[in-house]
């Protein structure tokens, strides 16, 4: 199973390593901290995010899954992510999805008319009168190569109709595994 799974560890690896390395310019003009949870919400996933998420699900605790389970059968598609604990912490730090390592960076994106536009937290960089182009992190390169991760995940698990399009993580801890 791990090695289906290789092309989005790599993947995630080399986003992680980005998103450190703008870190380590901005941090100090950055609110992040543990304990925020602000910008996780119950996102969708693709099936190779989703099938990977619920799978490190299986090794929490069994007090951790049933709080978990319980946030997610009340959830809605707008709402905070079933994932966050108590003190506002996620439960899978560790195997959070590739989009959560981007939260409260300064993303730039296509704004589907053709604008290339740029968002972040706006408790961030409030001491700065501007950002530069290096410290941003492109999503849109990000998000073709995850799509295209996924489409060879899926091929290779399910051929040519994997059973879902994409999947809410509160319906990710919620997937009955064969
Ligand atoms: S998986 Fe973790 S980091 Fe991602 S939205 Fe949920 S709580 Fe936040």
Redesign the pocket.
Known sequence: MDALFENYETLLARVSARCEEIESVLSGHMACRKGC?G?????SLFPVEALR?RLAFDTLEEDRTAFALAQAATSSDEGP????DETG?????AH??L??RT?GLPILFDDGQGNRRVDFCPENFQALESLSGEVMLDLDPMNQMLAAVNAMFCKALFGDTPPFERLS?AETLSLELE
């Open positions: 949870g910008c996780c919400l119950n996102i998420l992510c079933p994932l966050l912490a996620c439960l899978l730090y959070r999805p989009i959560c939260h993580i």
